[in-house]
């Protein structure tokens, strides 16, 4: 009996860790494959055999290749060959099906545009027309846009007056996507602010206000109530609620990337350009690593994030890429060692962008009409021909990326699967995203409207009456209904 007890408990473990016997007999362990989609309920076919159930699913699968592919009706076809590892979980967290019927209305109408772009957490859209005071925030969530319009001289502690010149970018948000940073380039002298959305008399004009030239600032913290400052190549920390600057952290510095409240830098050292880490609180930085025989013509790309509570930071040197994660190190405690290279290679091209997903998952480099993606969770890498060269890496949501070519918007998921064309006669710059439910993609369509003008009027009094039109480009922004 003990020993009929210890073998059933025995073949429930080897179950539950995923051991089954194949078709020839031989014992081996299988890995366990989830899929999430966008719209959910979806038909799942493995390897050509239809599964009984749908999106949320979960199933034990042999190691190795396997086909999978998504349907739902009405919808687009998803597919992807897809590797299992033994013993280990896949998450395919990233599908999407776009419905084949193109359910398009028009939002709202605007004129020639100064600034449009949705916030981080694809809930909002600001916009800002040529020549008006005004900024335009607008809830892209509900079954209709709601406009919620401010005068942008509030936020930009400036009079009605200048605040309609100049041009204006978003650079960041913070993470409670209630406050992002903004450059207001006027007359070539750019000043950066530090924008509150629900509190405009709270916005900041941080370049006026600490008298300092920034060419960088990055938000640390949820609230955005800490900012790391780049000024003349040197790295300073901002307090913004006792509005003060530290001293110079580091100097000499012509590359940053942060992670929070923790920050990582090229920079010159006795004629050496290095990779360095510094953490708000520490007494110094930690030097991770020495770059030899560069100049100030070798191509630096640097990145940081956090997956699953382990840290990683990423960074390229012309056509090298290295990947090192495990946890950050420590001021004083000599702990470098511990980072471990995950991913290293030598590309046949020299990266000119370095993005990041929103989760963090997700490292992606592009150039020359190429794309190289790396799964942190995975592991895997993917090599991508472009149909052009990108000029910045945009994200539709959180793991879709989409370009305008030749005025259509077409996406590709980050591993370059499922290339697609979901919009056409998009001829205009302004930004593309799916809101945060899910339920709208959101984009922009320049049409020309004619107008009468009063040309009678100025006309002398015995020439003959002239019809003139005037043509005008609006922007309408559009949704389609997923």
């Given at each position: 009996?003990?020993?009929?007890?210890?073998?059933?408990v025995?073949?429930?473990?080897?179950?539950?860790?995923?051991?089954?016997?194949?078709?020839?007999?031989?014992?081996?362990?299988?890995g366990?494959?989830?899929?999430?989609?966008?719209?959910?309920?979806?038909?799942?076919?493995?390897?050509?055999?239809?599964?009984?159930?749908?999106?949320?699913?979960s199933?034990?699968?042999?190691?190795?290749?396997?086909?999978?592919?998504v349907?739902?009706s009405?919808?687009?076809?998803?597919?992807?060959?897809?590797?299992?590892?033994?013993?280990?979980?896949t998450?395919?967290?990233?599908?999407?099906?776009?419905?084949?019927?193109?359910?398009i209305?028009?939002?709202?109408?605007?004129?020639?545009?100064?600034?449009?772009?949705?916030?981080?957490?694809?809930?909002?859209?600001l916009?800002i027309?040529?020549?008006?005071?005004?900024?335009?925030?607008?809830?892209?969530?509900g079954?209709k846009?709601?406009?919620?319009k401010?005068?942008?001289?509030?936020f930009?502690?400036?009079?009605?007056?200048?605040?309609?010149?100049?041009?204006?970018?978003?650079?960041?948000?913070?993470?409670?996507?209630?406050?992002?940073?903004?450059?207001?380039?006027?007359?070539?002298?750019?000043?950066?602010?530090?924008?509150?959305?629900?509190?405009?008399?709270?916005?900041?004009?941080?370049?006026?206000?600490?008298?300092?030239?920034?060419d960088?600032i990055?938000?640390?913290?949820?609230?955005?109530?800490?900012?790391?400052?780049?000024?003349n190549?040197?790295?300073?920390?901002?307090?913004?609620n006792?509005l003060?600057?530290?001293g110079?952290i580091?100097?000499?510095?012509?590359?940053?990337?942060?992670?929070?409240?923790?920050?990582s830098?090229?920079?010159?050292?006795?004629?050496?350009?290095?990779?360095?880490?510094?953490k708000?609180?520490?007494?110094?930085?930690?030097?991770?690593?020495?770059?030899?025989?560069?100049?100030?013509?070798?191509?630096?790309?640097?990145?940081?994030?956090?997956?699953?509570?382990?840290?990683?930071l990423?960074?390229?040197?012309?056509?090298?890429?290295?990947?090192?994660?495990?946890?950050?190190?420590?001021?004083?405690?000599?702990?470098?060692?511990?980072?471990?290279?995950?991913?290293?290679?030598?590309l046949?091209?020299?990266?000119?962008?370095?993005?990041?997903?929103?989760?963090?998952?997700?490292?992606?480099?592009?150039?020359?009409?190429?794309?190289t993606?790396?799964?942190?969770?995975t592991?895997?890498?993917?090599?991508?021909?472009l149909?052009?060269?990108?000029t910045?890496?945009?994200?539709?949501?959180?793991y879709l990326?989409?370009?305008?070519?030749?005025?259509?918007?077409?996406?590709?998921?980050?591993?370059?699967?499922?290339?697609?064309?979901?919009?056409?006669?998009?001829?205009?710059?302004?930004?593309?995203?799916?809101?945060?439910?899910?339920?709208?993609?959101?984009?922009?369509?320049?049409?020309?409207?004619?107008?009468?003008?009063?040309?009678d009027?100025?006309?002398?009094?015995?020439?003959a009456?002239?019809?003139?039109?005037?043509?005008?480009?609006?922007?309408?922004?559009?949704r389609?209904?997923?």
């Amino acid at each position: 009996m003990c020993i009929s007890v210890v073998a059933i408990v025995f073949i429930l473990m080897m179950i539950a860790m995923g051991f089954t016997f194949n078709e020839s007999g031989k014992l081996e362990q299988a890995g366990l494959v989830q899929l999430a989609s966008n719209p959910s309920d979806a038909n799942v076919n493995i390897d050509g055999e239809a599964q009984f159930s749908h999106t949320e699913f979960s199933k034990m699968l042999s190691s190795g290749m396997h086909q999978i592919k998504v349907t739902k009706s009405g919808y687009d076809t998803w597919s992807k060959n897809l590797r299992i590892d033994a013993g280990l979980l896949t998450r395919v967290e990233w599908i999407r099906l776009f419905p084949k019927k193109n359910n398009i209305s028009d939002a709202k109408t605007f004129d020639e545009l100064r600034l449009a772009s949705f916030s981080a957490d694809r809930k909002k859209l600001l916009v800002i027309e040529n020549g008006k005071n005004a900024l335009n925030i607008i809830d892209i969530q509900g079954d209709k846009a709601k406009n919620n319009k401010q005068d942008l001289n509030n936020f930009l502690s400036t009079t009605a007056a200048k605040a309609v010149d100049g041009a204006i970018s978003i650079v960041a948000w913070n993470e409670n996507n209630n406050r992002f940073l903004a450059k207001w380039t006027v007359n070539n002298k750019t000043s950066w602010h530090l924008v509150d959305l629900e509190h405009p008399e709270n916005s900041i004009n941080l370049s006026k206000k600490f008298n300092l030239a920034f060419d960088s600032i990055l938000i640390i913290n949820d609230s955005a109530s800490k900012l790391w400052a780049l000024e003349n190549q040197n790295l300073r920390l901002i307090d913004v609620n006792n509005l003060t600057i530290s001293g110079a952290i580091a100097t000499g510095i012509e590359k940053i990337a942060h992670n929070r409240d923790a920050i990582s830098f090229i920079h010159v050292d006795n004629d050496v350009r290095q990779l360095s880490f510094f953490k708000e609180g520490e007494k110094g930085y930690t030097t991770i690593t020495k770059f030899e025989n560069t100049s100030d013509k070798t191509v630096f790309k640097l990145a940081m994030g956090t997956y699953w509570n382990e840290e990683w930071l990423i960074y390229s040197v012309d056509k090298n890429v290295k990947l090192i994660s495990g946890k950050y190190p420590s001021y004083g405690k000599n702990d470098v060692s511990k980072l471990k290279t995950t991913f290293e290679r030598e590309l046949d091209y020299v990266p000119q962008l370095l993005s990041v997903n929103a989760n963090q998952r997700v490292a992606v480099l592009s150039g020359e009409k190429r794309l190289t993606s790396y799964d942190v969770e995975t592991k895997d890498s993917f090599d991508i021909k472009l149909d052009n060269t990108l000029t910045n890496i945009n994200w539709l949501d959180t793991y879709l990326i989409w370009q305008n070519i030749d005025s259509t918007i077409v996406i590709r998921d980050f591993d370059g699967d499922n290339r697609r064309e979901i919009i056409s006669n998009v001829n205009n710059p302004f930004p593309v995203a799916i809101s945060e439910n899910n339920k709208w993609l959101y984009y922009f369509d320049a049409t020309e409207e004619e107008s009468a003008t009063d040309a009678d009027s100025k006309a002398p009094s015995d020439a003959a009456p002239v019809n003139t039109t005037e043509t005008t480009i609006k922007y309408k922004l559009k949704r389609k209904a997923l």
